[in-house]
């Protein structure tokens, strides 16, 4: 169903709200929504397969929660789940619970009694409790529907709060009059996206992305670690490519096992703790990726991670109170993690053209270029794999100086692809 279709729908002046819900769903490109049928909000399941969403039901509230962040992370999309009032709110609380502090992108709507009746309760009002005010304090937001007329607003800004900053739940509690009762709909009742949040992925400054590309260029022994910021924001494929070109080691938080495979050279799976907390002890500049360094990271401090004073940090968060929160950082960059690492791999490969020019123009002049100095030792390992310890190890020991050491001998009379040495390059 295309975007004008699904905000448009028939020609009629009203719905139910519960189908009104349903279809600005779509718009987000919700294709599958989590949680156990009830009658409060039957107006929404019904509306739900209409719209192209598939309502999967599991055996307790608490799973559907899980399901939907699971769902999330695998996908980068919305995960949804709803929950009914009162037994059916109080089941789902630990998932919510846990969805929040993995930080996964969880909408949570609820239904709860009709109005009039609650918010505040009447008195004796049954299967209620204060839902909003018990999630508040576990989601990144939560908020009620106060009447029919407040329903678009609200979702609104429910789907804005799900994509601002770090993904966390947001909980939406709707009155069962509001899910089930019928509605007017206004010019502005049904909207795309872009007409209420950004949609488009927070980008780093130009100036710290060539500052951080000049940093880790010039790094003695970098790492990368990565935190399940680079899962959100579907970053794994320039991850895995920037550790390939600085041939840095990659280390990830517990959430984050799945943002490199283990299989790639470059990857220090954390299950070998003692070289993981070599190859964090002996990195010079480390590059922190969507990660808060909480204390399954031993909260970035030594004898874990190298002494301040002589291992700097650049982080990169969409979080801005993450940045330098735990550890002081040389570089604060907020960003989306993936825009980030975009910009970043585009800029170190500026440079490496310009090195390579240079050392081309050099190699026509007749100057030879002083050989690289040896890298520092490599990281001892204690895998169980001795080819790939043989590869890191070899890797470390030809650790390049300053400037990279180009692909082609500076040495030999033409570069690669019959280029001649007297190509002009830009500047």
């Known amino acids: ?104 992108r969880v909408l949570l709507i609820t239904s709860c009694r009709r109005e009039g009746i609650v918010y505040p309760d009447r008195g004796g009002t049954y299967q209620s409790f204060p839902q909003v005010e018990v999630t508040r304090p576990m989601t990144k937001w939560s908020g009620v529907v106060p009447s029919m007329s407040r329903l678009p607003e609200l979702v609104r800004r429910a789907l804005r709060e799900c994509f601002e900053g770090r993904p966390g739940v947001v909980h939406l509690d709707v009155p069962e009059s509001v899910m089930n009762g019928v509605c007017e709909l206004g010019a502005d009742s049904l909207r795309p996206p872009s007409s209420y949040r950004s949609t488009t992925p927070m980008e780093a400054p130009a100036d710290q992305v060539r500052e951080v590309a000049r940093w880790l260029d010039e790094a003695r022994l970098p790492l990368i670690h990565a935190g399940s910021g680079v899962l959100s924001a579907g970053a794994t494929k320039e991850l895995a490519e920037l550790a390939s070109r600085l041939e840095a080691p990659v280390t990830t938080s517990w959430a984050a096992r799945a943002a490199i495979d283990e299989r790639d050279e470059h990857s220090v799976p954390m299950i070998f703790v003692a070289t993981v907390n070599q190859a964090r002890t002996a990195a010079d500049r480390v590059l922190v990726l969507g990660s808060r360094l909480g204390e399954t990271d031993w909260w970035g401090k030594a004898p874990y991670w190298g002494d301040p004073s002589a291992q700097e940090v650049a982080q990169v968060d969409i979080d801005g109170e993450t940045l330098g929160n735990i550890r002081g950082v040389r570089f604060a960059v907020r960003a989306d993690a993936r825009a980030f690492l975009v910009a970043l791999l585009a800029e170190l490969g500026r440079r490496r053209e310009r090195a390579t020019c240079a050392l081309a123009a050099s190699t026509s002049s007749g100057y030879a270029p002083p050989a690289p100095r040896a890298g520092p030792s490599s990281i001892a390992t204690a895998r169980t794999t001795p080819s790939r310890c043989t590869r890191r190890t070899s890797r470390a020991s030809a650790r390049r100086p300053s400037t990279r050491t180009p692909s082609w001998s500076p040495t030999a009379a033409t570069p690669p692809s019959g280029r001649s040495s007297s190509t002009r390059c830009a500047p």
């Open 1 to 104: 169903m295309g975007l004008a279709a699904t905000l448009l729908g028939q020609d009629t002046a009203t719905t139910k709200g519960g189908e009104l819900v349903a279809r600005m769903l779509a718009a987000e490109g919700v294709t599958r929504v989590f949680g156990i049928m009830d009658g409060s909000y039957l107006g929404l399941c019904a509306a739900l397969r209409p719209h192209g969403i598939e309502l999967v039901t599991p055996r307790h509230e608490t799973s559907a929660a899980h399901m939907a962040g699971a769902y999330a992370q695998l996908t980068g999309k919305l995960g949804v789940c709803i929950a009914s009032n009162g037994p059916g709110v109080a089941n789902i609380l630990p998932g919510v619970a846990v969805e929040q502090a993995e930080g996964h």
